[in-house]
């Protein structure tokens, strides 16, 4: 704590006392939404890895299939039908607001050929397996998990960075700007009861010698 280098007047001592309500109202705003904040994050981190281990699962399922299909299949044939897209996707992203945080909001955009996401695989099954249709079923079917995972990714990023600002701005306030605050306007009360005394005082002596 320190005194701030501020005279000791009664119109000082109004301006710090208001700075001082609005500081503590301004801490428990803060120390609210830092709250609020982390109970945000902390369901944020354990559905990331919720989602983490079942996305890793998947993936690793279908990697093992697509690996046992490239053994068997000719590589050019992997090769082509890789070329060629089965369908054209765009990717929009939105932003929703989580206690003053703007965390993205991402969904995948399928052409009209696709039914809701839905990807009919082009290429001939005749020189195809069972492996390799299960392969890539299996990552069509992951990759809005692969965005959702993404997306969870980014929103607890940026949730970190601003509960470690907010946090930051908490501890000033707490430690710092308050503490400082009261102790100033405890040091010109002082001073000015101090100042009323001395008045006090010689306004009794004046008296005395009248």
Known sequence: MAV???????????????????STRGHKLLKDKQDGLMKEFVLKVKQTNALRADVIGQLGHAMQQFSIAKS?????????IMSIPAQSVSLDIDRKNILS?????MHFNYNEATSQGKVELEYGYLNSNAELDIAF????????????????EKSCQLMAVEI?????????????TIPDLEE??????????????ATTSRLMKIKDMG
Do not use: Q
Request: no cysteine; hydrophobic share 40%.
């Open 101 to 105: 945080v703007r965390v993205p909001k």
């Open 4 to 22: 701030l280098n501020v005279k000791p007047t009664r119109m000082e001592l109004a301006r710090l006392k208001a700075r001082l309500k609005l």
């Open 164 to 176: 470690e600002r907010t946090r930051r701005r908490v501890n000033a306030l707490e430690y710092r």
């Open 184 to 197: 100033t306007i405890y040091y010109i009360r002082m001073k000015l009861e101090e100042s009323a005394r």
């Open 137 to 152: 079923e299996e990552l069509i079917e992951i990759m809005p998990k692969l965005l959702e995972f993404a997306e969870l």
């Open 72 to 80: 068997l299949v000719d590589e050019k044939f992997i090769e082509e």
